[in-house]
C-alpha cells in the first residue's frame, strides 16, 4: 500500500497529483495564462508563476484526495527534461517537504511518464508496445518493453510535431497557445485543399524544420497575391497543414509497426490531443489490425497524474533518490 504525491513544473504548468496503490485519486493543474501575452511561454515568468501555484496546488490535491500529508509513504518529482528553472522550483519544493515529512524522494523522467500515462486507465497496452510521443519539444516512436525499459527508435532530427503546430499557428496570426486553435479549425476545412510535401527522411525519424518554411513561404506568397488570404481561407490552411503533420506521424508509425512486427500503438505528449491524429490512428488500427491506446486528454498535455503513475512503479521497485538530486534541462529517456 502506497500514497504518493507527484509534483510536475517542466514547462508551465504546475500540477500535483495523489496515487494511492496505483490509482489516481487527484489531479491538480494550475495553468499560466500570463504567456497569452507574449505568444509563447517566457522561462523566468514561468518559474516565478510556478512558485505562486505550487503550494495551492498541493492544498486542493491533498483536499481532493481527502489525504492528510501525514498519511503520504514518497513525494515524487519531475527531474527532466524540461525548463530549467521551472523544474528547479518543483524539485526544490519536493525535496524541502520529503526533508519535512521524513519522506523518500523519487525522480521521474517526463517522457516516460507520458508513456506511462497509459497505466492510469483501462484499456492497457501489452509489452512491448510502441508510443508515439508528439509535443512541443519532442516526437518520437519509443518501444516500450518494460515499465522502464524502453528504447528510441526514431525522433525528429530537428523540430518537434508540436513545434510545428504552433509555428503555423504563429504564422497565421493565431493567438498563444495556437496548436488546439489549429485543430478547431481544421474540423471546418477541406484537409485536401493545400498540398505540403511530405519530408523525405530515412527510416523512423522525423523533420519538421522545412515543412515549417514551407509554410511561412506558402503564406508569405499568397499574402502577397491577395492581404486577405489567410482570412478567406483559415480552415483550410489548418485542415492542410493538420493533414500533412499527421500523415507524416501515421506513415513513420506504420512503418515502424511492420519493421518491429508489433500491433500495439500507443500516442502520449501534448499532439496526442489533436482530433486529426487520434482520429486518423483509429482509421489505422481498423486496417492494420492494431491495438490504439489514447490516453483521456486530461492525461495528454503535461499533467502529474503521468508523474505519479511513474513514480508507483519505481516506489515497488525501491527506486528513490538521495536529496542531492538535481533536476535535468535534457534527460534522455534512457
Known sequence: ???????????????????????????????????????????????????????????????????????LNAVAFTQGPGLLGSLLVGVSFAKSFALGLNLPLIAVNHMQAHILAHFIDEPKPVFPFFCLTVSGGHTQIVLVKNYFDMEVV????????????????????????????????AQLGNPLRFNFVEPKIPELNFSFSGFKTAILYFIRDNVKINPNFIDENLNDICASVQHCIVRILSNKIKLAAVKYNINQIAIAGGVSANSGLRNTLQEEAKINNWQVFIPKFEYCTDNAAMVAMAAHFKFLDNDFVNQDVMPMARMPIV
Request: hydrophobic share 40%; with cysteine; glycine share 6%.
Open 1 to 71: 500500500m502506497s500514497i504518493i504525491l507527484a509534483i510536475e513544473s517542466s514547462c508551465d504548468d504546475t500540477s500535483v497529483a495523489i496515487c494511492n496503490d496505483g490509482k489516481i485519486t487527484a489531479n491538480v493543474v494550475a495553468n499560466q495564462l500570463v504567456h497569452q501575452n507574449y505568444g509563447g511561454v517566457i522561462p523566468e515568468l514561468a518559474s516565478r508563476v510556478h512558485q505562486q501555484n505550487i503550494v495551492p496546488a498541493i492544498v486542493k490535491a491533498l483536499a481532493d484526495a481527502k489525504v492528510n500529508k501525514n498519511e
Open 154 to 185: 526514431g525522433e525528429t532530427l530537428d523540430d518537434a510535431a508540436g513545434e510545428a503546430f504552433d509555428k503555423t499557428a504563429k504564422i497565421l496570426n493565431l493567438p498563444y497557445p495556437g496548436g488546439p486553435l489549429i485543430d478547431k479549425y
